[in-house]
C-alpha cells in the first residue's frame, strides 16, 4: 500500500486540502460560518437536489440499457464483436464538451429530431439523461462484460439440471456472482454523472445545473472561491456516504468465483431469444452510440465547399492571427498518445498495487482506503486542476514546467478504473491456489505471477483499456496545467469550441473525430491481445 498512499496523498490529498483551504482561511482564521451561508441557499439546495436524482436516474438508466449489453459481449460469439466492443468504447474517450455538442446536433434546434419530426429535446432533462448512458455505456459493458465473461456456465448449468428454470438459475447463481461487478460499474457511472459538467453545461441550458457546473461558475466567472470552497466539500461528503454504503453492501456479497478462459464461455447464438436480445442490443447501440459519433464525422466533413478534408488539412497549420495555439492543432494528437501512455503506466502501477492490497482484507485501514480510491471521480476536477497550480510550485516538487504534470492528473482519474476493474475478479481467485503454490515452494512474488496473474490477464488488458481512455479523454484538470505549445486533444477541441467561426468548429470536430479513432484503434488493439491459457487452463 506505500506506493498508492503516497501517491494520493501527494498528487490529490494535498492539492484539494490546499486550494479547499484558501477558500475558507482568512487571516482572521477558519470561516465556517460560510458552510451554513452556503447551504441556506434555496438554489444551491436546488442545484444539489437536482444534482442527486439526474445522477440516480442516469446510473439506473445506464445499467438497464447496457447489462444486455454486457451479456452479450461476454457470453455470444457473432461477426465483428472485437471491433464493435471496441467502437462501444469510443465515447467514454470523448470530452465531455464534444458529446454535448454531438447530442445538440442531433436534439437541438435544426438537428436530426428537429428536422425529422419537428422535436427539440434540447434544454431538458431528457436530453442530459441519453447523453450521460451514452458517455457510460462502455463502464457497465466492459466491467460486469469483463467477469461475466469468466464465469464457468456449468455453475447455472447444473441448477438447471437440478430442475431450476433460465431466469431462476441466473438469479440465484450467475447475478450474485456478477454482484461486486454490477456495483462497481454503477457506483463509477454514479459519480461520473454526480461531477457531470460539459454536458450539463451545454444541454441543460440556464435551467440545470449540478454541483461540478456550479463550482465552476463560482470560481472562474464570479471568483467566489469561498463558496467554491464550501461546494467542494458537500461534493466531498456526499461521495463519501456514497461509497460506505458501497463497500458495506460489496463486502457482504464477496465470494470465491470458479474463473475459466474467456474463450471457452462465448458461443453462437442459440434459440429466438437469444437472436431477439443480441438484435435489441445491435439496435440499441447503432442508435445509441454510432448514430452520434456518425454526427461527428459527418460535421468534420462538410466543409464550406461541401465535404471533403478542408477541416483535416486546416488542423496542420497555425492560425497566426488567432493566437489559439503556439503549434499546428494537429501536433495535440501525438501530444495526448505520449501522456496517455505514461499516465496508463503510473495507473496500472498504483492501481494494480493498490487492487493487491484489497484483496488481503487487511483490517478497516485498508478497506478505508478502498473507498478513498475512488474519491477522484467524485472530486470537482476544477479544484483538482487549480490545487495543482497551487501546490507543486515549489522545490521538490516543482512541477508547473514539467510534462509530468498532465500525466499525473490522467493517472489520477484512470487508477480508480483499475482497482474496480481489478479488484472483483482478483477476489474471486480461489487462495488455495496461493497457498498450494507456497507448499510447492514458491516465493510471494512467484506464486503472484504464476497464479493470478494469467487468471487476471484479461482483466488486467480491460484495465488497461480504461485507463488508456480515461487518459485521453480526460479534460477537466488538464485545460488548467496543460502548457499551450504542447496542448491534449480534449483541451485542442475545447479551446476551438470556445471560438467563433465555422472553420473552428470544423476543426473541433475534425479533432473530436481524429481522436475518436485514435481510441478505437488502440482499444481494438488490446482486443486481439489473448491471455495465456497454458495456466488458466489447468485450473
Not at 302 to 327: C, I, K, M, N, W
Request: positive net charge.
Amino acid at each position: 500500500m506505500a506506493v498508492p498512499v503516497a501517491f494520493f496523498a501527494l498528487f490529490f490529498a494535498w492539492p484539494v486540502v490546499a486550494i479547499v483551504g484558501r477558500g475558507l482561511r482568512t487571516g482572521d482564521g477558519w470561516q465556517f460560518g460560510r458552510i451554513a451561508e452556503v447551504l441556506g441557499d434555496a438554489d444551491i439546495r436546488g442545484v444539489l437536489w437536482f444534482t442527486t436524482w439526474q445522477a440516480l436516474a442516469s446510473t439506473l438508466l445506464t445499467l438497464l440499457l447496457a447489462l444486455p449489453a454486457a451479456y452479450a459481449f461476454a457470453r455470444l460469439d457473432f461477426p465483428g464483436k472485437q471491433l464493435l466492443r471496441a467502437v462501444v468504447t469510443v465515447p467514454f474517450v470523448l470530452p465531455t464538451v464534444v458529446v454535448g455538442t454531438a447530442f445538440l446536433a442531433m436534439l437541438g434546434r435544426g438537428g436530426l429530431l428537429d428536422e425529422l419530426w419537428g422535436v427539440r429535446l434540447d434544454t431538458t432533462v431528457w436530453a442530459i439523461l441519453l447523453a450521460h448512458v451514452f458517455f457510460n455505456y462502455a463502464v457497465v459493458v466492459r466491467t460486469v462484460g469483463g467477469l461475466w465473461s469468466q464465469l464457468d456456465p456449468r455453475q447455472e448449468e447444473a441448477a438447471r439440471v437440478l430442475g431450476a428454470g433460465r431466469f431462476t438459475a441466473w438469479r440465484r447463481v450467475t447475478l450474485p456472482a456478477l454482484g461486486p461487478a454490477v456495483a462497481a460499474a454503477a457506483l463509477m457511472v454514479f459519480l461520473f454523472t454526480f461531477t457531470s459538467f460539459g454536458v450539463v453545461q451545454i444541454l441543460g441550458g440556464p435551467a440545470y445545473s449540478t454541483l461540478e457546473v456550479e463550482i465552476y461558475r463560482q470560481t472562474a466567472q464570479l471568483l467566489d472561491l469561498p463558496t467554491a470552497a464550501v461546494l467542494t466539500l458537500v461534493q466531498f461528503a456526499a461521495v463519501g456516504a456514497v461509497l460506505a454504503v458501497h463497500g458495506w453492501t460489496v463486502r457482504r456479497r464477496e465470494s470465491t468465483l470458479k474463473l475459466v478462459d474467456p474463450e471457452r464461455t462465448s458461443r453462437r447464438p442459440k434459440g429466438p431469444g437469444q437472436w431477439a436480445l443480441l438484435g435489441g442490443v445491435l439496435l440499441t447501440v447503432l442508435v445509441l452510440v454510432l448514430l452520434p459519433l456518425g454526427v461527428l464525422v459527418e460535421r468534420s466533413l462538410d466543409g464550406p465547399d461541401g465535404y471533403g478534408l478542408s477541416y483535416y488539412r486546416a488542423l496542420q497549420t497555425v492560425d497566426e492571427g488567432g493566437g489559439t495555439f503556439l503549434v499546428p492543432p494537429l501536433e495535440a494528437v501525438w501530444n495526448s498518445l505520449q501522456y496517455a501512455l505514461v499516465a496508463t503506466v503510473i495507473a496500472l502501477v498504483v492501481g494494480g498495487l493498490a487492487a493487491a492490497a484489497l484483496t488481503r482484507r487487511a483490517g478497516r485501514l485498508v478497506r478505508g482506503f478502498d473507498a478513498l480510491l475512488m474519491l477522484p471521480l467524485g472530486v470537482s476536477a476544477v479544484t483538482v486542476g487549480f490545487g495543482f497550480l497551487i501546490t507543486l510550485d515549489r522545490p521538490p516538487l516543482d512541477l508547473r514546467t514539467s510534462w509530468i504534470l498532465v500525466p499525473l492528473a490522467q493517472a489520477l482519474v484512470g487508477v480508480p478504473f483499475v482497482v474496480r476493474t481489478m479488484l472483483p475478479v482478483l477476489r474471486a481467485v480461489d487462495g488455495r491456489l496461493r497457498e498450494a503454490a507456497a507448499v510447492l515452494g514458491a516465493s510471494p512474488l512467484r506464486a503472484w505471477r504464476e497464479v493470478d496473474l494469467p487468471l487476471v490477464r484479461r482483466a488486467l488488458l480491460v484495465a488497461a483499456g480504461f485507463a488508456f481512455a480515461v487518459s485521453l479523454g480526460e479534460f477537466g484538470a488538464t485545460v488548467f496545467i496543460a502548457r499551450p505549445d504542447n496542448p491534449t486533444l480534449p483541451v485542442a477541441v475545447a479551446r476551438l469550441l470556445g471560438r467563433a467561426g465555422d472553420l473552428n468548429y470544423g476543426q473541433a470536430m475534425a479533432l473530436s473525430t481524429i481522436l475518436m479513432v485514435v481510441c478505437a484503434v488502440s482499444l481494438l488493439a488490446l482486443e486481439r491481445v489473448r491471455p495465456d491459457r497454458s495456466v488458466s487452463g489447468e485450473f
